[in-house]
């Protein structure tokens, strides 16, 4: 929810889409206040995702939602490869792929069916990045 100086702040009772439209629509009318180029959709997905990414990991632990996933290392590396050719920063793109292999770790230790240390390297994978 906003703050008194129009601030966005992620607002733990709505889920991680609810909040992404509205920061979406704040930073849509902020970028169109100050005459700027306003994210397409997709961008401000990725931006949100940068800023925020890990509320919707922590919303699948507490959901139990992480469980199996068919392919994820060829998801991950495709991925992988589309941030290295994208036109980023060496330093942005190692915290890209830094934040893909936290993902990795989490995914490995629940499909090896171990969810409290998925959690728990998760948090770690987590506090390491702050």
């Not at 949100?48 to 991950?76: C, M, P």
């Not at 190692?94 to 998925?118: H, M, P, Q, W, Y």
Request: charged share 40%; aromatic share 10%.
């Amino acid at each position: 929810m906003p703050n008194d100086d129009n601030r966005f702040t992620y607002n733990d009772t709505h889920d991680y889409e609810v909040n992404f439209k509205r920061w979406f629509q704040m930073n849509c009318k902020e970028k169109f206040d100050l005459g700027e180029e306003e994210y397409s959709e997709m961008e401000g997905k990725r931006v949100f995702n940068e800023l925020h990414g890990s509320k919707a990991v922590d919303e699948k632990l507490k959901e139990g939602g992480i469980k199996t996933y068919d392919g994820y290392q060829d998801i991950l590396n495709n991925i992988k490869s589309i941030i290295k050719t994208e036109a980023l920063t060496e330093m942005q793109k190692d915290s890209l792929l830094s934040k893909i292999k936290n993902f990795e770790i989490v995914i490995e230790e629940t499909l090896s069916g171990r969810a409290d240390e998925a959690e728990r390297a998760y948090k770690e994978a987590k506090d390491g990045e702050a």
